[in-house]
């Protein structure tokens, strides 16, 4: 069993910088690939970045491409989502899950106005 909890989130202008965190406990994440998800009012959970267990590998969205940066620490079991430049159509609960399984976090709320 994986507990996940996400935190980080809140309210910012456009243009402004949040990082998030997602610390999991029970288990080690150090050997699965994780996500960060979101899902805005009204629209499906969709996939925002992940990273390999190793953090080699990385994939990004399209619509955050150049300026949200995934990363983990395996020794601390924690996984960041680093958002630059955020616009109002970042605006969402941000998820992080282990990739391949139904371990997800609670969530935490980001608001970007404009």
């Known amino acids: 069993q994986v507990q996940l909890v996400e935190s980080g989130g809140g309210l910012v202008q456009a243009g402004a910088s949040l990082r998030l965190s997602c610390a999991a406990s029970g288990r080690t994440i150090s050997n699965y690939a994780m996500g960060w998800f979101r899902q805005a009012p009204g629209k499906e959970r969709v996939l925002v970045a992940a990273i390999s267990w190793s953090a080699i590998s990385t994939y990004y969205a399209d619509s955050v491409k150049g300026r949200f940066t995934i990363s983990r620490d395996n020794a601390k079991n924690t996984l960041f989502l680093q958002m630059n430049s955020l616009k109002p159509e970042d605006t969402a609960v941000y998820y992080c899950?282990?990739?391949?399984?139904?371990?997800w976090g609670q969530g935490t709320q980001v608001t970007v106005s404009s």
């Open positions: 899950r282990v990739s391949g399984t139904d371990y």
